[in-house]
């Protein structure tokens, strides 16, 4: 997850803002005249994000800040200011390290030097019960290799100031499109686990108000029990109390849902900005075989991270790690999208099929490119 402190900090600093971050995520900004008036802010900005006192409220901050972006997502293109020479790896040496192939094997490993086609997504999602939090997150897919950046953030920490804005960019619009679903696909999972402390607290306050509802109400039946028994001997009084009771069961089961509404969790997920960037990488190609099925396939060894890159899952599009490979297109898959059917109970890849050939749907997967 991207914090929103880097998020304020790079964003005011494009804004031609002087920026000093402190300590405990607090930063201080000396801010041109337009940016301060777009805030409501003085020129001098002091900020301090976290859970400590005087903390300032994120989530009106993250709207405020957003007065300086564009009205719609913003597709931007950057370069490399001066592109280095990149040194020879040992790539054997690094698919056997950090390459995790569950049920295949890779031969011929070869590497030279290229350049990918890097996308930076990044989402704003607020998750709102009875109270609302705000984040956003931050992923990074390499459209040349089809992998997955495994920490974004310190990748665009670690390229700094050697990138620059490319006027010049051309983002293709159909490329774009594909990995925008591979990005939300990749979004959801971890914006759901982000939500869970949320929905952990509001099931305990609906717990505690629902048992204080139906408290009040067993009270209430109770008494009214007690009164459909004096009135024994009387059918019409009787049957009011009856009908009462109908009444207020009713009324209980309203409450109870008003309270169920009232803590039902909404997630959403909306996006935010690209960035596109074409950075130097050292190319690992190799064969990738699954039984008597192979097929060829390039890996890139990020140097800014020092680290090989994951292929995502071609069946649902999260980060496929360990890889998974199926038996007749030998497709990279995460375990989830070659486990069996719930139906029959065989192993099918959801890459191959979108549902099993007993019929079952398949909920899992999604259709990536």
């Given at each position: 997850?991207a914090?929103?402190?880097?998020?304020?900090?790079?964003?005011?600093?494009?804004?031609?803002?002087?920026?000093e971050?402190?300590e405990?995520?607090?930063?201080?900004?000396?801010?041109?005249?337009e940016?301060?008036?777009?805030?409501?802010?003085a020129?001098?900005?002091?900020?301090?994000?976290?859970?400590?006192?005087g903390?300032?409220?994120?989530?009106?901050?993250l709207?405020?800040?957003?007065?300086?972006?564009?009205?719609?997502?913003?597709?931007?293109?950057?370069?490399v200011?001066?592109?280095?020479?990149?040194?020879?790896?040992?790539?054997?040496?690094?698919?056997?390290?950090?390459?995790?192939?569950?049920?295949?094997?890779?031969?011929?490993?070869?590497?030279?030097?290229?350049?990918?086609?890097?996308?930076?997504?990044?989402?704003?999602?607020?998750?709102e019960?009875?109270?609302?939090?705000?984040g956003?997150w931050t992923t990074?897919?390499?459209?040349?290799?089809?992998?997955?950046?495994?920490?974004?953030e310190?990748?665009?920490?670690t390229?700094?100031a050697?990138?620059?804005?490319?006027?010049?960019?051309?983002?293709?619009?159909?490329?774009?499109?594909?990995?925008?679903?591979?990005?939300?696909?990749?979004a959801?999972?971890?914006?759901?686990?982000a939500?869970?402390?949320a929905?952990?607290?509001?099931?305990?306050?609906?717990?505690r108000?629902?048992e204080?509802?139906?408290?009040?109400?067993?009270d209430?039946?109770?008494?009214?029990?007690?009164?459909?028994?004096?009135?024994?001997?009387?059918?019409?009084?009787?049957?009011?109390?009856?009908?009462?009771?109908?009444?207020?069961?009713?009324?209980?089961?309203?409450k109870?849902?008003?309270?169920?509404r009232?803590y039902s969790?909404?997630?959403?997920?909306?996006?935010?900005d690209?960035l596109?960037?074409?950075?130097?990488?050292?190319?690992?190609?190799a064969?990738?075989i699954r039984?008597?099925?192979?097929?060829?396939?390039?890996?890139?060894w990020?140097?800014?991270?020092g680290?090989?890159?994951?292929?995502?899952?071609?069946g649902?599009?999260v980060?496929?790690?360990?890889?998974?490979?199926?038996?007749d297109?030998?497709?990279?898959?995460?375990?989830?999208c070659?486990?069996?059917?719930?139906?029959?109970?065989?192993?099918?890849?959801?890459a191959?099929?979108?549902?099993?050939?007993?019929?079952?749907?398949?909920?899992?997967a999604?259709?990536?490119?």
């Amino acid at each position: 997850m991207a914090g929103i402190f880097e998020w304020a900090r790079d964003l005011l600093v494009s804004r031609g803002a002087l920026v000093e971050a402190g300590e405990a995520g607090s930063l201080s900004a000396m801010l041109p005249s337009e940016v301060a008036a777009a805030l409501s802010a003085a020129d001098w900005l002091s900020l301090r994000f976290g859970a400590g006192a005087g903390s300032d409220d994120e989530g009106d901050w993250l709207e405020r800040l957003g007065r300086l972006l564009p009205p719609g997502p913003r597709v931007s293109g950057a370069r490399v200011r001066i592109p280095r020479a990149l040194r020879p790896i040992d790539a054997a040496a690094i698919l056997d390290r950090e390459l995790v192939i569950q049920n295949g094997i890779y031969r011929l490993p070869e590497e030279g030097p290229s350049s990918a086609r890097y996308y930076f997504f990044t989402f704003q999602y607020s998750i709102e019960s009875d109270e609302t939090s705000l984040g956003l997150w931050t992923t990074c897919l390499n459209a040349t290799a089809r992998s997955v950046v495994p920490r974004p953030e310190l990748l665009l920490n670690t390229l700094g100031a050697d990138l620059e804005e490319d006027p010049e960019a051309e983002v293709p619009r159909e490329e774009l499109t594909r990995l925008f679903a591979v990005a939300l696909a990749q979004a959801r999972p971890d914006v759901r686990l982000a939500a869970r402390p949320a929905e952990q607290n509001a099931n305990r306050r609906m717990a505690r108000d629902s048992e204080r509802i139906h408290g009040y109400y067993r009270d209430l039946q109770r008494q009214i029990e007690k009164r459909i028994a004096r009135h024994s001997d009387d059918p019409a009084a009787a049957e009011k109390e009856r009908s009462r009771a109908a009444a207020t069961e009713l009324d209980r089961a309203a409450k109870l849902g008003d309270l169920e509404r009232r803590y039902s969790l909404k997630i959403r997920i909306e996006p935010c900005d690209v960035l596109a960037v074409t950075l130097p990488v050292r190319e690992i190609q190799a064969r990738v075989i699954r039984k008597k099925a192979e097929r060829a396939a390039r890996f890139h060894w990020n140097p800014a991270l020092g680290a090989l890159e994951f292929p995502w899952c071609e069946g649902c599009g999260v980060p496929a790690h360990p890889v998974y490979l199926c038996d007749d297109r030998v497709h990279f898959v995460c375990q989830a999208c070659l486990a069996p059917c719930a139906a029959c109970g065989k192993i099918y890849c959801r890459a191959c099929q979108p549902k099993c050939r007993c019929g079952a749907e398949n909920s899992r997967a999604a259709e990536m490119p």
